[in-house]
Protein backbone atom coordinates (compact mmCIF):
# COMPACT_ATOMS: atom_id res chain seq x y z
CA UNK A 1 0.00 0.00 0.00
CA UNK A 2 0.72 3.61 -0.60
CA UNK A 3 2.21 6.35 2.05
CA UNK A 4 1.53 9.41 2.53
CA UNK A 5 2.79 11.19 -0.60
CA UNK A 6 4.36 14.63 -0.53
CA UNK A 7 5.59 16.92 -3.18
CA UNK A 8 7.64 17.95 -4.05
CA UNK A 9 10.53 16.87 -1.84
CA UNK A 10 13.07 19.70 -2.70
CA UNK A 11 11.95 22.95 -3.20
CA UNK A 12 14.41 26.00 -3.40
CA UNK A 13 12.71 29.31 -4.10
CA UNK A 14 13.38 32.78 -3.54
CA UNK A 15 11.66 35.23 -1.11
CA UNK A 16 8.22 36.67 -2.35
CA UNK A 17 7.62 34.32 -4.27
CA UNK A 18 4.66 31.12 -4.23
CA UNK A 19 5.47 27.97 -2.94
CA UNK A 20 2.75 25.03 -2.88
CA UNK A 21 3.10 22.09 -1.10
CA UNK A 22 0.94 18.81 -1.73
CA UNK A 23 -0.22 15.72 0.12
CA UNK A 24 -1.83 12.96 -0.86
CA UNK A 25 -3.21 11.06 1.84
CA UNK A 26 -3.47 7.04 2.13
CA UNK A 27 -6.85 6.13 1.09
CA UNK A 28 -9.15 5.52 3.35
CA UNK A 29 -7.90 8.01 6.45
CA UNK A 30 -10.28 10.78 7.63
CA UNK A 31 -8.04 12.92 9.51
CA UNK A 32 -4.91 14.88 7.87
CA UNK A 33 -2.18 16.99 9.63
CA UNK A 34 0.11 19.55 8.00
CA UNK A 35 3.29 19.71 10.43
CA UNK A 36 6.37 22.01 10.69
CA UNK A 37 9.63 21.19 11.90
CA UNK A 38 12.74 23.52 12.18
CA UNK A 39 16.13 23.06 14.41
CA UNK A 40 14.88 26.05 16.59
CA UNK A 41 11.20 25.04 17.43
CA UNK A 42 11.01 21.37 16.47
CA UNK A 43 7.88 20.24 15.08
CA UNK A 44 4.55 22.20 15.24
CA UNK A 45 1.72 21.15 14.53
CA UNK A 46 -0.08 23.84 11.65
CA UNK A 47 -3.37 22.81 10.56
CA UNK A 48 -5.70 19.21 10.72
CA UNK A 49 -8.94 17.94 8.81
CA UNK A 50 -11.57 15.67 9.56
CA UNK A 51 -13.54 14.25 6.50
CA UNK A 52 -11.85 17.68 4.67
CA UNK A 53 -13.06 20.36 6.71
CA UNK A 54 -10.11 22.30 8.50
CA UNK A 55 -10.74 21.93 12.38
CA UNK A 56 -8.54 23.68 14.21
CA UNK A 57 -5.67 26.18 11.93
CA UNK A 58 -4.54 27.69 15.22
CA UNK A 59 -0.75 26.73 14.07
CA UNK A 60 -0.81 28.71 10.92
CA UNK A 61 1.59 30.91 11.35
CA UNK A 62 0.20 34.31 9.84
CA UNK A 63 -2.12 34.93 6.99
CA UNK A 64 0.29 33.98 4.63
CA UNK A 65 0.29 30.56 4.66
CA UNK A 66 -3.22 28.75 3.84
CA UNK A 67 -4.27 25.01 3.34
CA UNK A 68 -7.30 23.48 1.82
CA UNK A 69 -8.67 20.18 1.08
CA UNK A 70 -10.98 20.17 -1.80
CA UNK A 71 -11.21 15.99 -1.60
CA UNK A 72 -10.21 12.77 0.42
CA UNK A 73 -7.22 12.33 -1.40
CA UNK A 74 -5.75 16.34 -2.11
CA UNK A 75 -4.34 18.77 0.17
CA UNK A 76 -2.56 21.62 -0.66
CA UNK A 77 -0.20 24.20 2.02
CA UNK A 78 0.47 27.68 0.45
CA UNK A 79 2.70 29.76 1.52
CA UNK A 80 2.14 33.68 -0.16
CA UNK A 81 4.50 35.63 -0.24
CA UNK A 82 7.39 33.44 1.07
CA UNK A 83 10.12 34.46 3.43
CA UNK A 84 13.47 33.12 4.47
CA UNK A 85 12.13 32.03 8.12
CA UNK A 86 9.70 29.43 6.27
CA UNK A 87 12.43 27.31 5.42
CA UNK A 88 11.94 24.31 7.36
CA UNK A 89 10.82 20.66 6.74
CA UNK A 90 7.27 20.62 5.99
CA UNK A 91 5.28 16.88 6.96
CA UNK A 92 2.28 16.02 5.89
CA UNK A 93 0.15 13.17 8.01
CA UNK A 94 -2.83 11.10 8.09
CA UNK A 95 -4.68 8.99 10.40
CA UNK A 96 -7.62 6.63 9.77
CA UNK A 97 -9.84 7.96 12.82
CA UNK A 98 -11.40 11.45 12.98
CA UNK A 99 -10.26 11.30 17.00
CA UNK A 100 -6.64 10.98 17.39
CA UNK A 101 -6.12 7.87 19.27
CA UNK A 102 -2.98 5.75 17.54
CA UNK A 103 -0.89 6.32 14.87
CA UNK A 104 -0.37 8.71 12.61
CA UNK A 105 1.62 8.17 9.18
CA UNK A 106 3.92 10.38 7.94
CA UNK A 107 5.18 11.48 4.57
CA UNK A 108 8.49 11.47 3.79
CA UNK A 109 8.45 15.68 3.99
CA UNK A 110 8.92 18.45 1.94
CA UNK A 111 11.94 20.27 2.35
CA UNK A 112 12.16 24.55 1.78
CA UNK A 113 14.78 26.92 1.56
CA UNK A 114 13.57 30.38 1.07
CA UNK A 115 16.74 32.24 -0.29
CA UNK B 1 -2.02 21.68 29.41
CA UNK B 2 -0.69 19.33 27.60
CA UNK B 3 2.89 19.07 26.93
CA UNK B 4 6.07 16.82 26.82
CA UNK B 5 9.37 17.19 27.80
CA UNK B 6 12.17 14.95 26.67
CA UNK B 7 16.13 14.74 27.31
CA UNK B 8 18.38 17.10 25.35
CA UNK B 9 20.80 15.21 23.22
CA UNK B 10 22.46 15.03 21.42
CA UNK B 11 23.18 11.46 22.70
CA UNK B 12 26.23 9.22 21.03
CA UNK B 13 26.57 5.87 22.44
CA UNK B 14 29.23 2.76 21.56
CA UNK B 15 27.36 0.19 19.38
CA UNK B 16 26.03 -2.80 22.03
CA UNK B 17 25.77 0.03 24.84
CA UNK B 18 22.24 0.85 26.72
CA UNK B 19 20.27 3.33 25.77
CA UNK B 20 17.78 5.41 28.33
CA UNK B 21 16.11 8.81 26.90
CA UNK B 22 14.39 10.02 29.23
CA UNK B 23 10.29 11.79 28.65
CA UNK B 24 8.27 13.33 30.89
CA UNK B 25 4.49 14.60 30.65
CA UNK B 26 1.56 17.10 31.47
CA UNK B 27 -1.97 16.54 30.62
CA UNK B 28 -5.31 16.64 30.90
CA UNK B 29 -7.17 13.04 31.51
CA UNK B 30 -5.52 10.37 30.87
CA UNK B 31 -3.04 10.44 27.74
CA UNK B 32 -1.70 7.39 25.69
CA UNK B 33 1.86 7.53 25.08
CA UNK B 34 3.99 6.76 21.94
CA UNK B 35 7.57 7.00 21.00
CA UNK B 36 8.53 8.03 17.39
CA UNK B 37 11.20 7.06 15.36
CA UNK B 38 12.61 9.76 11.90
CA UNK B 39 15.71 8.00 10.51
CA UNK B 40 17.90 10.62 8.68
CA UNK B 41 15.62 11.84 5.45
CA UNK B 42 12.10 10.40 6.32
CA UNK B 43 9.41 10.94 8.01
CA UNK B 44 8.35 9.88 11.50
CA UNK B 45 7.26 6.52 12.42
CA UNK B 46 5.44 5.17 15.26
CA UNK B 47 7.76 3.10 17.21
CA UNK B 48 5.92 1.96 20.01
CA UNK B 49 2.73 2.81 22.26
CA UNK B 50 0.52 2.56 25.90
CA UNK B 51 -3.01 3.17 26.44
CA UNK B 52 -2.97 3.19 30.07
CA UNK B 53 -0.98 3.45 33.24
CA UNK B 54 1.84 0.43 33.52
CA UNK B 55 1.26 -0.46 30.05
CA UNK B 56 4.56 -1.52 28.24
CA UNK B 57 5.35 -1.08 24.77
CA UNK B 58 8.30 -2.38 23.15
CA UNK B 59 9.03 -2.69 19.70
CA UNK B 60 12.88 -3.45 17.75
CA UNK B 61 14.35 -4.38 21.33
CA UNK B 62 12.66 -1.06 22.39
CA UNK B 63 10.45 -0.54 25.92
CA UNK B 64 8.94 2.07 27.44
CA UNK B 65 6.77 2.04 30.73
CA UNK B 66 4.07 4.06 30.96
CA UNK B 67 4.44 5.09 34.96
CA UNK B 68 1.70 7.24 35.74
CA UNK B 69 3.40 7.69 39.12
CA UNK B 70 5.92 9.72 38.18
CA UNK B 71 3.94 10.93 34.35
CA UNK B 72 7.15 9.50 32.61
CA UNK B 73 7.41 6.99 29.76
CA UNK B 74 10.98 6.50 29.36
CA UNK B 75 12.64 4.93 26.14
CA UNK B 76 15.02 2.05 26.42
CA UNK B 77 17.27 -0.43 24.81
CA UNK B 78 19.54 -3.14 26.22
CA UNK B 79 21.85 -3.01 23.04
CA UNK B 80 21.77 -0.08 20.39
CA UNK B 81 22.94 -0.69 16.87
CA UNK B 82 24.36 1.91 14.49
CA UNK B 83 21.00 1.31 12.81
CA UNK B 84 19.58 3.06 16.12
CA UNK B 85 20.78 5.82 15.08
CA UNK B 86 17.78 8.16 14.14
CA UNK B 87 15.78 11.51 16.14
CA UNK B 88 13.51 9.67 19.14
CA UNK B 89 10.05 12.01 19.58
CA UNK B 90 8.02 11.50 22.69
CA UNK B 91 4.49 12.10 22.17
CA UNK B 92 0.68 11.55 24.00
CA UNK B 93 -2.54 12.11 22.86
CA UNK B 94 -5.75 12.26 24.61
CA UNK B 95 -7.94 11.89 22.03
CA UNK B 96 -8.62 15.85 21.54
CA UNK B 97 -7.80 15.50 17.68
CA UNK B 98 -3.83 16.23 18.46
CA UNK B 99 -1.08 14.21 18.89
CA UNK B 100 1.51 16.68 21.40
CA UNK B 101 5.37 15.75 20.61
CA UNK B 102 8.34 16.33 22.44
CA UNK B 103 11.75 18.38 20.83
CA UNK B 104 13.31 15.12 19.72
CA UNK B 105 16.12 13.20 20.92
CA UNK B 106 19.09 12.74 18.05
CA UNK B 107 20.89 9.38 19.37
CA UNK B 108 24.15 8.50 17.24
CA UNK B 109 25.37 4.80 17.70
CA UNK B 110 29.17 4.59 16.37
CA UNK B 111 30.42 1.15 15.51
Known amino acids: DAGVIQSPRHEVTEMGQEVTLRCKPISGHNSLFWYRQTMMRGLELLIY????????DSGMPEDRFSAKMPNASFSTLKIQPSEPRDSAVYFC?????????????FGEGSRLTVL | GNSVTQMEGPVTLSEEAFLTINCTYTATGYPSLFWYVQYPGEGLQLLLK?????DKGSNKGFEATYRKETTSFHLEKGSVQVSDSAVYFCALTTGANNLFFGTGTRLTVIP
Open chain 2, 50 to 54: ATKAD
Open chain 1, 93 to 105: ASTPAVVVTGELF
Open chain 1, 49 to 56: FNNNVPID
